[in-house]
């Protein structure tokens, strides 16, 4: 086995001589891989090379040469990452092996590019529609796929100015609403077996003869349910209350963040960010401007970096509150603990509104910097917050949950994942640290100013449910340590390199900008073609590679088991389904 | 309410009586007792549902206006707070849980996603406000509103519900009790069975229109 | 012994539950409807009960609060609005979700675009209060507003009539931008007076 040293560059040509070239496009990265040889590549920088964990598998469309399948992967002791591709030329029908055999981490995400680019992975274990429904007409983000409301390629929007006259946009379309069929369409013949696919994925149930006649129950847990956390469905088949299959349906918040995203310009961006994972638009709007900025090769100053910091870690801290509040109101706990939760959040949401003007859709982040300095008493707040009443809180928590013999008798014990399969499965964040793997974005690869401050990577080694509720309030308390850090440290200083400009023209390349966000790692995956608007622009989102291993995680468990489960992952919907 | 209130005007009672005896109407009386205990339904799809559970939680205590029993189930609820992005694969699912609550029924698009199809409005799988399948009361815009504009958008509904009258509400009147709306099919797109017919005639149009005019070129511009 | 967890759990509940009333008593006729007790309930030292009584207690937005945008108007000495906004779009540029109208006519006599919109529409039910039209716009003429009582029984479509308000009333909502801008925006008009008599000057 090669020495797994941090920074040895690998030269993948060199491990598979004539199937593996370089990737020589002026600003891009990585090496192109020939089909044929991909099983084989990935299975020697995984077993070899130590790239054990794969961070993000998406498709681009080059129209109208070729499509690509872009694979990111990562080693958990740290350090920079492999980026690879595949090519082939545009036309149906487009088949690549999969990789679900080396990552099973890659099965939803595969699925995704199935639904979205039309691109079959052979040897997949279940290769169905996730993110649109089964009968969808057409692969939607293919550059030559409009939809209903489409009026132009890119924004700004001609219509708008100078001769801007109201009119909706359902006037426009040919179905007065954003509908779109197909020629000479009948709705009352045609029929439709959309679900069917997905009942017939799930498991079989064998009947074993114990001398009591059983049958088995297929019960749908959402989209609408309290403890799903958002419009997530669960299809569950029960032998009594044991979960003997589950196949997670998802989509039912599919906003398509990536199609308007291309359409948007690079700034306009920014905003659509916010409303991924809600609860922590200043983590998103960074990882989106760590992306561009790459490509645009800019610094922001001193004062922006710590600025930063400070927001992203008050950030984690009120989405680890709400967390542990929610997982105890999933838990029967209704409604205290949360309402204790929400109490603090409050207080940090004042923060958030005074410097960047909104509680939750912050858009706080330019290129360059951020859009607004804080105003005059704001720092003393945050430090009010941090040094005195957020430290006692997180102790008064741990006072409130962490003995409760409810908590432990259905916390501990009930095991989530395990470490090696965890990182098998692409997991990423408080839950693969909960199982002993000690993979922190803002250790593995430092972003920002992340390596001047003093923080323990929190861990712990059982990887049940009730590790996976201490650890957040291990975070909580190393978030407070880095504040204390920052609001100490912070300079004086311009907030922007440059002048704030809404015409950004960026620079032609890619780009893959990660970061450590509170419920995972978040990258965002951007390519440009030197205009306004970005050609291709991805969100890794940790919600839903995540949600991956839910069945291995669940069968053999109890349905109240499932709900802790779902619960301390930590989903949020508006990055699950984008 | 106030004494003042509920009382109806030009009905004068002495000071001493004043907390004893009230003298109103059946509407208004009827109207008072449920506007005071609207029960919404947990029905959070998207970011506006956090600041709905923001409003329900300490600082903006919706319980202070009746409404802190949040029914997950439809069956047992009053209000539906629709708080967030509809989308299509989620409408069947809406219309079904509208047609199970039991009357009387309000529904507040709480939100710019869901009065009308919000920031995401372009999208293909976002259908452009819900009042296209359900009849909305209350439109109360933002993104996301703060607790402070959904309880001020809360306020409106309960004045609403003041202008109602025993006499004219559906509930009351000869007929079925409530309306039924047909559920949506997710087909190539989403289908409403209302629309049927117009859909295929619109469907052979615009087939028609295609097929005369010329191919045009699409994808980089 | 068992039972101790949740003992430890009840006692931190309890504690809080005396908050309530200790906190009540401290603040004895300041706690409630007042500014002070309003702002002591927002601060780090808030203890007891947390509740801002909305509608009766406001609780008061920081000057960058963002809602629905609104256009600036200054008022002439004859009571007539002048609006600032030119027409020049790059609000209908910037936003992200393109909810902004405008037309931009053209001076009959002169062809050169008339510096006032014909027409303004704001889709409300679009917007995405994300401030992108306020933070680029170069004559200070749209704003993010404060307003957040705008829950209607219609949807929500803006034209220029309502969308006008006074510089007054943006003064009132933000002093420090109004200060900052208002010196920028005066010291550009004069250069622009100045150089129109310059100009006047020469001619004669």
Not at chain 1, 18 to 35: C, F, H, L, Q, S
Not at chain 1, 138 to 157: I, M, N, Q, S, V
Not at chain 1, 553 to 565: H, L, P, R, S, W
Request: proline residues 7%.
């Amino acid at each position: 086995m090669a020495t797994l040293d941090r920074t040895d560059v690998l030269d993948l040509a060199a491990l598979a001589p004539g199937g593996v070239t370089a990737d020589t496009r002026p600003n891009y990265e990585g090496w192109i891989v020939d089909k044929a040889r991909l099983i084989e590549v990935a299975t020697a920088v995984r077993d070899q090379h130590g790239f054990d964990l794969l961070s993000s598998v998406t498709g681009v469309d080059y129209f109208p040469e070729s499509m690509e399948v872009v694979y990111h992967a990562y080693r958990t002791i740290g350090g920079p990452g492999l980026v690879f591709k595949v090519q082939m030329p545009r036309q149906d029908p487009m088949e690549i092996p999969s990789v679900t055999r080396v990552w099973p981490g890659a099965e939803l995400q595969e699925r995704e590019i199935w639904d979205l680019f039309g691109i079959r992975f052979t040897g997949h274990p279940d290769l169905r529609r996730i993110l649109t429904w089964e009968g969808f007409e057409g692969h939607p983000l293919r550059k030559d796929w409009r939809e209903a409301f489409y009026e132009d390629d890119y924004k700004p929007l001609k219509s708008r100015w100078p001769e801007g006259h109201y009119v909706s946009a359902e006037e426009k379309s040919p179905y007065k609403d954003n509908l779109q069929f197909p020629p000479n369409f009948d709705p009352e013949k045609a029929v439709f077996d959309g679900e069917a696919s997905l009942y017939g994925a799930l498991a079989k149930y064998t009947t074993v003869d114990s001398g009591i006649k059983t049958d088995h129950v297929v019960l749908n847990l959402g989209p609408q349910h309290p403890s799903t956390h958002g419009v997530f469905r669960a299809a569950v088949v029960l032998d009594g209350e044991t979960i003997v299959s589950l196949k997670p349906v998802m989509g039912y918040l599919h906003r398509n963040h990536e199609k308007i995203g291309e359409r948007n310009t690079f700034l306009q961006n920014m905003p659509y960010t916010d409303r991924l994972d809600y609860f922590n638009s200043m983590s998103n709007n960074w990882g989106y401007s760590l992306a561009v900025e790459k490509l645009m090769g800019v610094q922001p100053p001193e004062r922006a970096e710590y600025l930063r910091v400070i927001m992203a870690e008050l950030s984690r801290i009120q989405n680890h509150l709400i967390l542990i509040g929610m997982l105890l109101n999933d838990l029967g706990a209704y409604f205290t603990p949360a309402l204790y939760a929400f109490e603090e959040r409050e207080l940090i949401l004042d923060i958030f509104e005074a410097a960047s003007g909104s509680r939750m859709m912050c858009n706080y982040h330019r290129f360059g910097g951020v859009a607004r300095d804080l105003p005059d008493g704001v720092l003393e707040k945050i430090r009010g917050l941090v040094e005195e009443r957020l430290p006692r809180k997180a102790d008064e928590f741990e006072r409130l949950l962490s003995e409760n013999e409810i908590l432990v008798s259905r916390m501990q014990g009930v095991k989530v994942i395990e470490g090696d399969n965890a990182i098998r499965y692409s997991m990423t964040g408080p839950v693969l640290r909960a199982a002993g793997v000690p993979y922190d974005v803002r250790r593995a690869q430092p972003y920002g100013i992340y390596d001047r401050f003093e923080f323990d990577v929190a861990l712990r080694q059982h990887g049940d449910l009730y590790d996976s509720y201490l650890i957040r309030l291990d975070e909580i308390r190393q978030s407070l340590r880095i504040l204390q850090q920052a609001v100490k440290q912070m300079p004086e200083g311009p907030i922007i390199a440059g002048k704030p400009q809404y015409q950004v023209r960026v620079p032609a390349g890619e780009a893959y900008g990660r970061i450590e966000a509170p419920k995972g790692e978040l990258g965002y995956y951007v390519v440009s073609t030197g205009r306004q608007n970005p050609w291709r622009y991805h969100v890794r989102a940790p919600s839903f590679i995540n949600i991956t291993p839910l069945e291995k995680m669940c069968v053999g468990q109890k349905i109240a088991d499932f709900v802790a489960i779902l619960g301390v992952i930590d989903i949020v919907l508006g990055e699950l389904d984008r | 309410m106030t004494q003042s209130e509920l009382n109806s005007p030009g009905y004068e009672i002495p000071e001493d009586l004043q907390y004893a005896v009230s003298i109103t109407t059946l509407d208004r009386l009827y109207n008072w007792g449920r506007r005071s205990s609207v029960w919404p339904m947990m029905f959070g799809l998207a970011c506006c549902a956090i600041e709905m559970i923001a409003a329900q939680a300490a600082r903006y205590d919706l319980a202070r206006f009746g409404m802190e029993v949040m029914r997950p189930s439809p069956r047992q609820s009053d209000l539906m707070l629709v708080a967030g992005t509809v989308t299509k694969k989620m409408v069947p699912n809406i219309v079904r849980l509208y047609n199970q609550m039991p009357e009387p029924k309000y529904v507040v698009a709480m939100g710019a996603c869901a009065s009308g199809g919000g920031p995401f409005k372009e999208g293909y799988n976002v259908v452009a406000g819900v009042d296209k399948f359900l009849p909305i009361d209350v439109y109360i815009p933002g993104c996301p509103p703060t607790p402070q504009a959904l309880i001020a958008g809360l306020i409106k509904l309960q004045q609403k519900i003041d202008r109602q009258s025993i006499r004219r509400v559906r509930w009351y009147q000869k007929g079925a009790d409530t309306v039924e709306i047909p559920v949506p099919v997710l087909g190539p797109d989403l289908m409403d069975p209302r629309r049927f017919a117009e859909i295929k005639r619109l469907a052979a149009q615009n087939s028609a229109a295609q097929s005369d005019a010329p191919a045009e070129p699409a994808g980089k511009a | 012994m068992y039972g101790k967890g949740i003992i430890k759990g009840l006692s931190v509940t309890l504690k809080r539950f005396v908050d309530t009333y200790l906190d009540d008593v401290v603040w004895w006729g300041r706690r409630y409807f007042k500014p002070e007790g309003i702002a002591h309930r927002s601060s780090k030292n808030t203890r007891g009960i947390f509740t801002v009584q909305y509608p009766e207690e406001k609780l008061p937005v920081p000057e960058e609060f963002r809602y629905v945008p609104f256009l600036v108007y200054d008022e002439r000495e004859d009571g007539s609005k002048e609006i600032r906004c030119t027409s020049c779009g790059i609000c209908a540029k910037v936003c992200p979700p393109q909810c902004i109208w405008i037309v931009r006519t053209n001076d009959p006599k002169t062809g050169h675009p008339v510096p006032e919109p014909a027409e303004f529409f704001i889709d409300a039910d679009i917007c995405m209060n994300c401030g992108f039209c306020a933070e680029f716009c170069p004559f200070d003429s749209i704003i993010m507003d404060h307003d957040y009582e705008i829950a209607s029984y219609r949807r929500n479509v803006f034209n220029l009539e309502h969308l006008l308000k006074p510089a007054s009333y943006y003064k009132n909502i933000r002093p420090i931008n109004y200060q900052r801008n208002e010196h920028e925006r005066q010291a550009k008009l004069a250069a622009k007076a100045a150089k129109a008599a310059a100009e006047s000057q020469t001619l004669a």
